[in-house]
């Protein structure tokens, strides 16, 4: 076993978290050894993170993402040797399902139901996107024709299925807020907590808890240093990033403007 893989396996064993990283790591092990890449299925953001983890951890490896439009939730992973100069395709496309609103309108819940009901693993596809009319599934281009051949029924109601355009879909714009604060030094816990609106013990209990991420690798303690430029990641409180440092104020504060993503 390579020290980059124990390493990253040690850190997620036993969390939710380790099923993924498995997977994730022995695509990054392929890459290495072919000089080619590898593409994941669907991922949570938290998956996203894993694999942004497992890239840091592999020299010469980058990942790209794409969950089929701008600002999509559960994306597709990219592992991508930096020597090799072709541009894989993610192999996404988008099944339109459509019933008669007038009868029935099933949501979001009773599409991944009728999906998951047809054996369907969550990773087989993304976001699922409803309208009272319809849902668009995004998927991978080999789920598509199984949807096509197999969804006939959301719920109660019966449905219809055709492909659809990917370009169709609009863009979902990122929610994110500029904090500027004032802080008593550049440590992870006192960005954190500014960051995140929470106090110093909390943050600092959460890096404990190993639940913050520095630039997607894990924070090693409260103490460790932030630069500007820096991104920090909490699982389920969004993504940070360190705009400016702009000095001290007269009462020896640093001042500080963040960027919080949702």
């Known amino acids: 076993m390579s020290e980059q893989k124990e390493k990253i396996l040690r850190f997620y064993k036993g969390s ?17 050894r072919t000089q080619k890449f590898r593409l994941s299925g669907f991922l949570s953001p938290y998956g996203q993170e894993i694999a942004e983890t497992v890239a840091a951890n ?12 701008q600002g999509a939730e559960r994306q597709r992973a990219m592992f991508i040797d930096e020597s090799f100069d072709v541009s894989p395709s993610f192999d996404i496309e988008v099944v339109k399902v459509s019933w008669n609103q007038q009868f029935i309108r099933p949501g979001h819940r009773d599409v991944l139901g009728s999906l998951m009901g047809l054996g369907i693993d969550r990773e087989c596809f993304g976001d699922i996107l409803t309208a009272p009319d319809n849902a668009k599934i995004l998927t991978d281009n080999k789920m598509s024709v ?8 959301v719920g109660a109601a ?10 169709a879909i609009a863009p979902k714009e990122e929610q994110c807020k ?22 110093r013990s909390r943050a600092a209990a959460d ?12 924070v090693k303690n409260a103490s460790q240093s932030i630069k500007e430029g820096d991104v920090l990641s909490m699982r389920g409180r969004g ?3 360190v705009q400016e440092v702009r000095g001290q104020t007269k009462k020896g504060r640093i001042v500080v403007v963040l960027k919080r993503f949702y």
Do not use: H
């Open 207 to 218: 890096i404990d808890a190993d639940k913050l991420k520095l630039n997607w690798q894990p």
């Open 239 to 241: 993504r940070l990033e």
């Open 16 to 32: 939710e978290g380790e099923e993924i990283a498995v997977k994730l790591v022995d695509m990054a092990e392929q890459v290495r």
């Open 146 to 153: 199984f949807l096509l051949d197999n969804l006939v029924s």
């Open 178 to 199: 500029e904090i500027r604060a004032t802080v008593a030094s550049l440590r992870a816990d006192s960005i954190a907590a500014a960051g995140y609106g929470c106090s």
């Open 58 to 69: 592999y020299p010469g490896i980058r990942v790209d993402f794409d969950g089929g439009y």
């Open 158 to 167: 019966t449905v219809s299925c055709e492909m659809d355009e990917l370009s």
